[in-house]
């Protein structure tokens, strides 16, 4: 499917969005490792909404903002700012993994910017007896098993394209780990409970059965403390980034929540 | 030159099977490994070793800093130099150093240096690393991408700190203090001498010589695998107009002396193969956090691949840096290892290759006992040093060596040690 670039700025920041569909207006935050290529998964969404995916800083697209921004709460003021440069104020906001994390934020602290909120295995929660796997302290070729229950799909996500540059494009693959790192490191752990009963909006929480990133039990703590409706789904044979594994279904859950 | 004797203060008692039963001898080290009671003999015995190395006439006696580490047991090198400086008298106290972007606030470092540079008398030699990747990131929690801003502010507020008279407000991006004003201050003026240890990036070689510190490459694999980044180095400084004078650099080396040549290769193997294999098992998840390495010594290291493996392919010099077996470990030049001459020999090869001023020597490595650990130092002090310490004198003046108070101003401590006279 064509997809469409613009390039935005906010407040000296400047972000890539890339923008495909029709329908409801879905603001869209990649996972781990940013969106380095356009995927099956972006084109499924695009075929039930009108979705932005939106570069935030240091991942794919992002720049290297994220050297300017030094708490939690810069990087949600990004994020927020971001999503209305891209026009997407008031309208869905989904957040996979790292970018659920910023998603997570900007409808706690924003609660009117934000309509609808989709959720895919997003960081921030941290539970003792049950924590999730430091994503950063992985071997390179371990990565993979780690992310997506499909052998090879986030290795193909990150694979340089033919046209890019063998020198910078790994060096961009290592920027949107550390971009993550930034806002999220030691332990992902955003505190993020204690600003959940703001989230007002509906809310669709889903998750991989199969993530071995994120405990898929971290959905009941939304669940639980969201004070606006939401429904919890699994997506079968799908590991933490389930956009990857199982890109229809996503699509389709979050389509059915958009339309319904 | 100055020789100058480095502990790491390795747990000696690693099990045989530690390489293959653990993933890792950093950050996640098994806690059942570690036996307080032997490691009270452990921290005596090295601390005996270490005032032993202050009376044989070592330059300095150097400490550092390490966390979670079954090689390493200084997470508070200060501690231990605390130590020395009242149980040595002229030796420099080289603490090498402390990783200061971890400290919250840094000042703490400040303080702690210059109680350091009081009790010792001005012998106090300041090392600012920015510290390994396990150490910082994962054993303390350091953010990888923030750490090497962290560290530049945590230098500037440190130096103010030693330096500024009257007590100032600090308004950093990461460290905020409305009233800084240490209590003691440092006796050398302006404060003691920085070193720094560092990997091979520009930046850093850059930064020290507009900064007037040591740079101090220390590696576990020896002269031959620091040849290429000591000749970067010295490229740079003649580059940017700085005057090659060797004390401006420090280099580390693992040394093993014996009374014959069969001899020393027999003393040391034990040792060297407990090293190379138990303590450098590092689990490879740990070693590079998204961030710690910067981009430009990214950029540079895969631009450099295929012409360096070529250069290397054409002149055989590769280095490995996997060996464990002692011939490897010595063909690799990771230890050296041979007779007072062969060593003095080798040293001074070394040290006008790699233009170094500052030799840090290991003299105690792996499992080594006391005994052995005293046998190679006094070899050296006794027979090697005399026919090497001159070298670089009569050419090179050390600016970056510490300024003691004159012994008439110094308190009289009854620094006991009657080890030398065994």
Redesign the interface.
């Known amino acids: 499917m064509d997809f469409a670039e613009t390039t935005v700025s906010a407040h000296g920041l400047e972000a890539r969005v890339w923008r495909a569909g029709s329908g409801p207006k879905l603001a869209y935050f990649a996972g781990f490792a940013g969106l380095p290529k356009w995927t099956a998964g972006m084109d499924a969404l695009a075929r039930h909404c009108e979705v932005s995916a939106i570069s935030l800083p240091g991942f794919p697209g992002g720049g290297r903002w994220h050297l300017e921004l030094d708490s939690l709460f810069e990087w949600s003021l990004a994020a927020h700012d971001l999503i209305g440069a891209a026009g997407c104020r008031g309208a869905a906001l989904m957040g996979c993994s790292v970018g659920g994390a910023l998603a997570l934020e900007v409808a706690a602290i924003w609660p009117d910017s934000v309509s609808k909120l989709v959720l895919l295995a997003p960081f921030g929660l941290f539970d003792d007896a049950n924590p999730p796997t430091d994503p950063w302290a992985q071997r390179g070729d371990k990565v993979d098993a780690l992310m997506c229950e499909t052998e090879g799909a986030y290795n193909a996500l990150i694979e340089r394209p033919g046209n890019a540059d063998a020198v910078e494009w790994p060096i961009e693959m290592t920027r949107a780990r550390e971009a993550s790192a930034r806002y999220l490191w030691p332990n992902s752990a955003t505190h993020v409970e204690k600003r959940l009963g703001r989230i007002a909006c509906p809310t669709l929480v889903l998750w991989g059965e199969k993530d071995r990133v994120q405990p898929p039990a971290y959905a009941e703590t939304l669940r639980d403390g969201i004070s606006g409706a939401v429904a919890v789904q699994t997506i079968a044979g799908a590991g933490h980034m389930a956009e990857l594994d199982q890109p229809e279904a996503v699509a389709a859950a979050v389509g059915a929540f958009l339309g319904g | 030159m100055k020789l100058m004797w480095f502990h790491l203060m390795p747990y000696t008692e690693l099990p045989d099977d530690f390489r293959d039963n653990h993933p890792s001898v950093w950050v996640d080290i098994h806690s059942t490994l570690f036996k307080p009671e032997r490691a009270h003999h452990m921290y005596n015995d090295f601390m005996d070793e270490l005032e032993f190395a202050a009376d044989m006439g070592f330059d300095a006696v150097c400490v550092n800093e390490h966390h979670s580490n079954g090689y390493g047991l200084m997470p508070s090198p200060n501690l231990i130099a605390s130590s020395l400086a009242r149980r040595t008298t002229d030796t420099a106290l080289c603490v090498m150093g402390n990783s200061i972007a971890l400290y919250n606030p840094p000042t703490r470092v400040a303080e702690e240096f210059a109680m350091l540079d009081c009790i010792s008398g001005g012998r106090l030699i300041a090392g600012f690393p920015v510290g390994s990747p396990m150490d910082t ?2 054993a303390f ?6 750490l090497r ?1 962290r560290y530049m502010e945590a230098h500037d507020l440190i130096v103010k700190a030693w330096t500024e008279q009257d007590t100032f407000a600090f308004n950093g ?2 460290n905020q203090q409305r009233y800084v004003n240490i209590w003691p201050r440092p006796i050398q003026r302006p404060h003691p001498p920085v070193w720094v240890p560092g990997g091979g990036s520009v930046e850093t070689w850059r930064w020290c010589a507009e900064m007037d510190y040591v740079y101090c490459y220390l590696s576990y694999y020896g002269y031959k695998a620091g040849l290429q980044t000591m000749k970067g180095f010295w490229e740079e400084m003649k580059r940017i107009g700085k005057d090659m004078n060797p004390y401006r650099a420090g280099f580390l080396q693992f040394v093993g002396v014996g009374e014959t040549e069969q001899e020393a290769y027999d003393l040391y193997k034990e040792a060297a193969e407990y090293f190379y294999g138990r303590c450098l098992h590092v689990d ?3 070693a590079n ?3 710690y390495t910067t ?1 430009a010594t ?2 540079a290291g ?2 450099s691949q295929v012409g360096r493996a070529a250069r290397e392919q054409k002149t055989n010099i590769a280095v490995s840096k996997n060996a464990r077996e002692y011939d490897a470990i010595l063909d690799n030049g990771y230890i050296i290892v041979g007779t007072p001459d062969q060593v003095a020999e080798r040293l001074r090869e070394v040290a006008k290759e790699l233009h170094v001023g500052h030799l840090m020597l290991l003299l105690q490595f792996g499992n080594m006992s006391k005994q052995l650990t005293q046998y190679n130092t006094r070899l050296f002090a006794q027979k090697v040093m005399p026919q090497i310490r001159d070298l670089f004198d009569d050419e090179w003046e050390d600016h970056w060596w510490p300024t003691p108070l004159a012994d008439a101003d110094r308190a009289k401590v009854a620094a006991t040690n009657t080890l030398a006279a065994e």
């Open positions: 990131c994962f929690g350091q953010n990888p991408s923030t801003q991006r990461f490879p998840r740990f956090p998204p961030g981009e990214q950029r895969v631009e």
